[in-house]
C-alpha cells in the first residue's frame, strides 16, 4: 500500500514548455487535490476532483488544467510554464465517505519545480 | 484571503520543553485539523478537532479549540529533536476543499 505517490521528484523547465505532474492514490479515494506551497504562503489548492471524470477550481487555477480520468489517477499540466510557476507541488486525497471536510488529507511527498 | 493563520512564524525551544503555537481564523467552522510537515515531506495529519469540542488529546499532543475566539492551539508536550517541523492549521473551505495556514516553524534543540 504505497499511499499517494507523485512523479516526477524533481523537474527544471524553461519558460513557456509544458509538462505534467502525475499524482496516484491506491487508497480508492474518491477526493484528489493539488495544491503549491511557496515560502510562507503555507499550501493553496489549484484543483480538486470530487470523483472520477470530475474537476473544479480551487483558489490558484489560473495556468494549470487537470484531469480525472481514473479514479486513481489525478494529473496537474501546465500548458505553458512561467517562473511564476516555481513551487513546490502537492498532491492529497481523502476517501469522500463522511464528506471531505471531516477528514484526514493523505499527502504525497511532493515535486519541486524550477521554471527558469 | 487564507482562513487560518498561525502563530508564531517560528519558535524554538530546548528538548524537553513544551511547544505550543495558535492558530486563528475568520469564519465559523465544522472542524480543524493539524498537520505536520518535515522539511522536503509531505504533510501528515496529526489531529482533528470538531467545533462542537473544547479539547482533544493524542499522545504528547493536546489541542484547544475556542470558537467564541475564532481560535485554536496545538501543545506538544516534552518535545524531542524528531519533532522539528512545520505545523499547520486546516479549517473548512468553501465545498469539499481545506484552507491551510501559513503554518509555525518549530526548532526543537538537542
Known amino acids: 500500500n504505497a499511499g499517494v505517490t507523485q512523479t516526477p521528484k524533481f523537474r527544471v523547465l524553461k519558460t513557456g514548455q509544458s509538462m505534467t505532474l502525475l499524482c496516484a492514490q491506491d487508497?480508492?479515494?474518491?477526493?484528489m487535490y493539488w495544491y503549491r506551497q511557496d515560502p510562507g504562503m503555507g499550501l493553496r489548492l489549484i484543483h480538486y476532483s470530487v470523483g472520477e471524470g470530475t474537476t473544479a477550481k480551487g483558489e490558484v487555477p489560473d495556468g494549470y488544467n487537470v484531469s480525472r480520468l481514473k479514479k486513481q489517477n489525478f494529473l496537474l499540466g501546465l500548458e505553458s510554464a512561467a517562473p511564476s510557476q516555481t513551487s513546490v507541488y502537492f498532491c492529497?486525497?481523502?476517501?469522500?465517505?463522511?464528506?471531505?471536510?471531516?477528514?484526514?488529507?493523505?499527502f504525497g511527498p511532493g515535486t519541486r519545480l524550477l521554471v527558469l | 484571503s487564507q482562513q487560518g493563520e498561525e502563530d508564531p512564524q517560528a519558535l524554538s525551544i530546548q528538548e524537553g520543553e513544551n511547544a505550543t503555537m495558535n492558530c486563528s481564523y475568520k469564519t465559523s467552522i465544522n472542524n480543524l485539523q493539524w498537520y505536520r510537515q518535515n522539511s522536503g515531506r509531505g504533510l501528515v495529519h496529526l489531529i482533528l478537532i470538531r467545533s462542537n469540542e473544547r479539547e482533544k488529546h493524542s499522545g504528547r499532543l493536546r489541542v484547544t479549540l475556542d470558537t467564541s475566539k475564532k481560535s485554536s492551539s496545538l501543545l506538544i508536550t516534552a518535545s524531542r529533536a524528531a519533532d522539528t517541523a512545520s505545523y499547520f492549521c486546516a479549517t473548512d473551505g468553501y465545498g469539499q476543499n481545506f484552507v491551510f495556514g501559513p503554518g509555525t516553524r518549530l526548532s526543537v534543540l538537542p
Open positions: 492529497a486525497s481523502t476517501s469522500g465517505l463522511a464528506g471531505a471536510q471531516e477528514e484526514t488529507q493523505y
Open positions: 487508497m480508492n479515494h474518491e477526493y
